[in-house]
């Protein structure tokens, strides 16, 4: 017995030590991704916007910026205040102590006095300055200061502007902004944007885009899908070139296949859109992807002509999984065609549709590049699916925060589809070796 408990003790081992490879390169591939997706989430970083172009969890100050301008902010008040007399020079003077003493209060920590330093010695060997060295963390409080101190000097410099008592009044004003702009503020703001977007419409709708999307073309290419896989299953000459020729569509690139529609419903020279219109089915030639019920209808279309052919084969495989005993048996019985198709083929062939149902369900879902080419997500947001809201808010609006929260959102929906699926096709399982 001790053998044998450490026999299957080894197994057991060399068993894990063959899988950790894999283990490994899943969580490098799918968890990474999926954990910096969720920590860039909880940042307010949009890369069109200087001050929360990084992720800040505390206050910090661009030594290189702040070196750069502080001095020449001192130094362009102090030129107006040589130039003005009376009233504007005493509030001069006394804006040029104000901009002093802020620096004096950076300068009272002994790291930022030291970084200054340093940074400064590199500025004036015209050396550049390293990146480790340009931002500098800072005590919330002096930040505060700073912040509001530079604010209420260029309050102030304005009104002097506006009585025109500056000789350069553009120099100072511009020169308190720059040294503000200094300033990184944090951005970490929680699950903030999550909140955001699950209290507005426009995530809804875009989920609610996805979800019709999903149901009308996984329902049509399973069907469609499962006669193409009848017909092609039975023996008639010329079958291997019918398969071929089926392929072909699942075959081509989605951009490509795309285009291929959209030049089709054309409003001016498509050739599905003038037999459509044709028929009386649409209005116009212009309203296949220009109207929100048939653009979506369109895209439904062109899916379903892609990727039912990969329906077909998965269940042809199905098919031809089958003995052909049991047809046999259903016909010494009697059994019509039509039986035969319910109470074998169908109860056999449930396996293999559930597999491509949940892989159909789950790449519908995703859907991007299709919609993408053919409609953009237009007219007026009507086939913006889930993807495409995540794209345009990280790569048109360069929110990445958001998007990533976007990002994180449907991920969870395309875990929940598919543990439904696996739980069905787990049931199913069971059902089957039970039986």
Not at 32 to 41: A, D, E, G, T, Y
Not at 208 to 218: H, M, P
């Amino acid at each position: 017995m001790p053998f044998k408990r450490n026999g299957r003790k080894t197994e057991s081992r060399i068993a894990y030590a063959m899988i950790l490879p894999a283990v490994l390169i899943i969580a490098l591939i799918a968890v990474w991704p999926l954990i910096r997706s969720f920590w860039i989430s909880l940042y307010d970083l949009r890369l069109n916007d200087p001050a929360r172009n990084e992720m800040h969890a505390e206050y910090s100050i661009d030594m290189e910026k702040y070196a750069n301008t502080m001095p020449f902010l001192i130094g362009a008040i102090n030129k107006e205040v040589g130039s003005a007399d009376g009233d504007a020079k005493t509030r001069l003077t006394a804006l040029a102590d104000r901009v002093r003493e802020l620096g004096e209060s950076l300068k009272s920590d002994p790291a930022f006095a030291a970084r200054e330093q340093e940074v400064n010695r590199l500025l004036d060997d015209f050396k550049p300055v390293p990146d480790p060295l340009k931002q500098l963390t800072i005590d919330d409080a002096k930040a505060e200061q700073l912040r509001a101190g530079m604010t209420e000097i260029r309050s102030e410099l304005q009104k002097l502007k506006g009585g025109g008592s500056l000789e350069r009044p553009d120099e100072a004003v511009g020169l308190t902004k720059a040294v503000q702009d200094s300033l990184a503020s944090p951005n970490f703001v929680g699950l903030a944007h999550y909140k955001a977007l699950l209290s507005g419409n426009r995530l809804w709708a875009a989920l609610s885009n996805t979800a019709l999307f999903t149901v009308l073309a996984v329902s049509l290419e399973m069907l469609i899908g499962l006669l193409i896989a009848l017909l092609i299953n039975r023996t008639f000459r010329g079958r291997g070139l019918v398969r071929a020729a089926v392929l072909i569509p699942w075959a081509t690139p989605t951009a490509v296949s795309a285009m291929i529609w959209h030049f089709l419903y054309d409003g001016q020279n498509g050739i599905v859109a003038k037999l459509f219109a044709a028929a009386g089915i649409i209005p116009n030639m212009g309203a296949m992807l220009s109207t929100r019920g048939w653009a979506m209808a369109s895209v439904v279309m062109a899916d379903v002509w892609k990727t039912a052919p990969f329906v077909a084969l998965l269940l042809l495989a199905g098919l031809q999984s089958i003995p052909d005993s049991l047809y046999e048996a259903a016909r010494v019985d009697g059994a019509s065609r039509w039986r035969q198709f319910v109470h074998v083929t169908v109860p056999m062939l449930k396996p293999a549709f559930f597999v491509a149902l949940m892989f159909r369900t789950l790449d519908a879902f995703r859907v991007f590049d299709l919609i993408y080419v053919l409609t953009g997500g237009g007219p007026a947001n009507s086939t913006e699916s889930i993807s495409i809201y995540a794209y345009k808010t990280m790569f048109s609006e360069l929110d990445f925060g958001t998007g990533s929260a976007l990002s994180v959102i449907l991920f969870v929906c395309v875990l929940l589809i598919s543990m439904v699926y696996v739980k069905l096709l787990g049931s199913d399982a069971l059902g089957r070796r039970a039986g």
